[in-house]
Antibody, heavy 121, light 109 residues
């Protein structure tokens, strides 16, 4: 069954670039069944969608992040990545990757466990 | 930009009671693109409902969703201690492509 696992540095300095990877197992990231998304959750707050990417590499971003974010795929490794530049303390959050089913319906039915990123000097 | 407003912020109920959670959209959205998630502390969100009213795999039938256009409801009948969690609604399709509501916390007394 499809599983997702986030990885990356847990501590990033202000003004630097946050880089995370999500490894997909039990399925192929090249599948057209899913879009692959990134969502974050600041401490004690709600969920915030960052963006997603489809199997052909087309990415869609939330306007809140559009100037700072890049989502990409590495199909040879079944991985997707997130890069968020010029981070501040406000970017401290748990970052999740999720498989988004998009068709007649839209939903996120497979999530990674999440990885905590703290932005601090 | 579509905004999803969930109410109430917190529900405190006893086991066996019914929880009714509201999700209101700032403009009409397609029911096909309205989902509900449950999140327990320290865990990733879990899909409960998609298409406004279809239960995800393994979700018991005491959990149900309804609604259309701008008003959607998640109902949890016969509350159990394991239902203690934060519940989020989510829409897809309008800029931003994906939006979550602010969440409703359900506490079991």
């Amino acid at each position: 069954q499809l599983q997702l696992q986030e990885s990356g540095p847990g501590l990033v300095k202000p003004s630097e670039t946050l880089s995370l990877t999500c490894t997909v197992s039990g399925g192929s990231i090249s599948s057209s069944t899913y879009y692959w998304g990134w969502i974050r959750q600041p401490p004690g707050k709600g969920l915030e969608w960052i963006g997603n990417i489809v199997y052909n590499g087309s990415a869609y971003y939330s306007p809140s992040f559009k100037t700072r974010v890049t989502i990409s795929l590495d199909t040879s490794k079944d991985q997707l990545s997130l890069k968020l530049s010029s981070v501040t303390a406000a970017d401290t959050a748990v970052y999740y990757c999720a498989a988004e089913w998009v068709g007649f319906y839209h939903y996120m039915d497979v999530w990674g466990r999440g990885t905590t990123v703290i932005v601090s000097s | 930009e579509i905004v999803l407003t969930q109410s109430p912020d917190t529900l405190s109920l006893s086991p066996g009671e019914r929880a009714t959670l509201s999700c209101r959209a700032s403009q009409s959205i397609s029911s096909s693109y309205l989902a509900w998630y449950q999140q327990k502390p320290g865990q990733a969100p879990r899909l409960l409902i998609y298409g406004a009213s279809s239960r995800a795999t393994g979700i018991p039938d005491r959990i149900s969703g309804s609604g259309s256009e701008t008003d959607f409801t998640l109902t949890i009948n016969r509350l159990e201690p394991e239902d203690s969690a934060v519940y989020y609604c989510q829409q897809y399709g309008s800029s931003p492509l994906v939006t979550f509501g602010g969440g409703t916390k359900v506490e079991i007394k």
